[in-house]
């Protein structure tokens, strides 16, 4: 075969039709992950068993809390209400955020990384694509984890103005974690192992943006480190929304919508701009499919 025949042989062949929306790729994305997780029944069962175990072990706590500091602190409920809000949201967001960076662990095993990634799917629609199932089914949780306290004593307002408040609020939520979870994604493009941005997350706002007791049970000189994460502001919107029955037009959960717009907006551009230098760099030195 001589050379110009060889070359037109091994030229890539046109694929006609259009090329598919990104939309449908994230839609893709879902229907592949949810296979995935329906076929290890076993660890399906523990998700589940997990979250009811969570509700249950915070209604025997409540039982020897007071209720004397959540009134002070203005949300007007009792400490099983007060806690079940505040673990469903933060393990919400910590398994939505942490499973971003482990989904792209496992692209980085399975040997898909680069096979996604130079295609035309751009790296945002990737980073969508991974983290819509993780919220989907982190969405599942949370409910079934505040139905099941609702049915122990968990005291949740009905109504809906302030419940299309609350779904807001959670909007917000996720979109400010998914910024968390991108430049931890970032992170592991590079370093491969380990995820200290998740971790360090994890810990510090259980300690510091009011999951499992108030604000204001904090020393003044250790409190203000809270304003730093955005579940501080998601959580206090939320549960005044479902415990007192606020509304995004209240006075304090405005000023968590604006803060948190604002955190949104400054914070998400700087963790596209990681992102792509990490996904450049690693496509640069080669090692964007090591693991």
């Not at 399975?110 to 035309?120: H, Y």
């Not at 979109?175 to 360090?200: C, F, N, Q, Y």
């Amino acid at each position: 075969m001589k050379t110009p025949e060889l070359i037109n042989f091994l030229k890539e062949v046109p694929v006609s039709g259009r090329e598919a929306s990104v939309l449908e790729k994230v839609y893709a994305f879902v229907v592949r992950d949810f296979r995935t997780w329906w076929t290890y029944k076993l660890w399906v069962s523990i998700d589940i068993l997990g979250t009811l175990m969570f509700v249950v072990s915070y209604y025997f706590i409540s039982k020897i809390v007071t209720t004397t500091s959540l009134e002070a602190a203005g949300y007007g409920t009792d400490y099983l209400t007060f806690a079940v809000i505040g673990v469903a949201f933060q393990q919400y967001v910590f398994s939505s955020v942490s499973t971003l960076s482990e989904s792209i662990r496992g692209e980085q095993w399975d040997g898909t990384m680069e096979t996604i990634l130079s295609s035309k799917t751009g790296f945002r629609t990737f980073l969508l694509g991974e983290s819509v199932f993780r919220f989907i089914m982190g969405s599942y949780f949370l409910v079934t984890a505040l139905l099941v306290g609702e049915a122990i004593g968990v005291k949740i307002t009905t109504n809906l103005g302030s419940i299309l408040s609350a779904a807001v609020m959670t909007i917000l939520l996720i979109t400010s974690h998914m910024i968390v979870g991108i430049l931890s994604a970032a992170l592991i493009l590079k370093v491969k192992e380990g995820d200290p941005i998740v971790w360090s997350f994890s810990w510090l706002t259980q300690l510091f943006s009011g999951v499992l007791y108030p604000l204001n049970l904090l020393p003044s000189q250790i409190s203000w480190i809270g304003a730093i994460f955005p579940l501080t502001y998601s959580l206090d919107g939320i549960r005044r929304c479902l415990t007192v029955e606020a509304t995004i037009f209240s006075p304090m959960v405005a000023e968590d919508i604006v803060k948190l717009a604002i955190f949104i907006v400054v914070s998400l551009p700087i963790a596209l701009k990681a992102f792509k230098a990490a996904y450049d760099s690693t496509r640069i030195d080669g090692s964007l499919g090591q693991y």
